[in-house]
């Protein structure tokens, strides 16, 4: 075995498993897709979920539940952007919200005119909102949160006291950079280690994804660094 990449072992209680998910389709996809100038364009500021984005969050949901995943969760943690809090409770929240229950939504129905209806936050996991495991900040509407308040309306009973009211991170002029990306998510993932849960979801975006596991894992032998860097 070729030990040069200087690998380390671990015990397993100093360990975390984390699920990474990049969220399904947006609205912004399709239309770059077409024309990626449509990427600066404000009609799709913090896009949603498409109706085939929510059935590749369907298709997920399935896999989760019949794998039996979905009860080992201690926490989901969601960049708090429409589309990836959409793709997390529709992933791993509840079933359908009944308006008798005394419990908080994850999602009221109709959330980001998704036609979709409100999901309950019944028997979850907490759900964090964090703003570091957001996608490339900066002169893509697309990538422009709205205010802490207007997601509270819409998703109840998820967590948003870590990040501020107003986006104070995206600007419209210089686009965060590759590194500075990367950066940002390696210091996500040290923050990781200051929270107890041991089994985490992280619902993010393909570009904070890349860079941040592209910066990661230089202790790992070569053959696992290029499976947790593919896109």
Known sequence: MDTSAGQGLYPLHHCKTLHLVRHAQGYHNVAGEKDVKAYLSYDYLDASLTSRGWEQVDNLRKHVQGSGLSKKFDLVITSPLTRTIQNAVGVFGGGSYNDG??????????????????????????????????????VHPCNKRRTKSEYETLFPAIDFSLIENDDILWKEDVRETDEELAERGMKFLKWLWT???????????????????????????QVVKDEICKQ
């Open 195 to 221: 929270r107890s849960e041991k089994k985490i979801a992280i619902v993010s975006h393909s570009g904070f994804l890349f860079h941040t596991l592209s910066a990661f894992g230089k202790d790992c032998h």
């Open 101 to 138: 229950v005394d419990i908080a939504p994850l999602m009221v129905a109709d959330a980001g005119n998704s036609g979709r209806p409100a999901i309950s936050s019944f028997g979850c996991p907490p759900f964090l909102a964090v703003e570091s495991c957001r996608d490339h900040l900066r």
